[in-house]
């Protein structure tokens, strides 16, 4: 079996299903459509191990960011916050990706993702070590005790939470590049734009990059490979077995922020 050309299919049929929901005069019907299109193939794609979801994420102290689109995340050993019509609050010790997905690219859409992104980054992440971990190395459970993980860097225990922005339709991608260089202070967990059937514009030695022509077919299959390679980087190194969300922190954070002494 040739993946490749099995995800340039995908594209393809992605490509149909967002022709066939232009029939439909609600433009939020119709976004909810291209959303949930674009979700199945991520989802059914990825490992079982994974979940992906719609929604706000949330950290230990309370801090909650913006809803993003599709939110690629394990499982979660905290409560379930809120499931509000297929919409979730997320810890942020359990996601792995996020992203935008939109109709029409724009710049002021690309602006409020990297904005989103920006407050994702503000939230900390707290783990502690598992039952293996304490039997393997009783020093790096103190390692994540009470110490916040940034989200950005990924040099810190755990992987960053990567970022992208997809749409169906783009501007040109001298347009877009352009665009991306005006912005300041691009997170670098940020990891660039996919336009379907047109290009992925991506970081490259320090250099806002469009994919070749002759690539614009794999757009899908790039954004899949990209957020894969962020669980491939968790599981070789075992990082799952060895740490979790600091879930006695939740709860003892929200019982004392809501409940008087």
Known sequence: MDFLSHMKQLGQILSINSEIASNYNNPSGI????ELSLTDIIRDKLPSTLMVSKGEIIDSNGKRTPEFDIVVHYPSKAPNFLNLAGRKVIPCEDVLCVGEIKSQYNEDRLKTCIESVKKLNELRRYYRGTYLL????????EKYKNTPVPIEDGNSGAPAIAAFFFSYKGSSDDTIIGHLEDLKDIPKNFLGTFILNQSQIIKKAAKWTASPANQKDYVLFWLFFSIYGMYSEITKEGLQEMIEVDVDRYITNFVNSHIPN
């Open 31 to 34: 976004g909810d459509h291209r």
């Open 134 to 141: 304490s039997k393997l190395n009783s020093l790096a459970v």
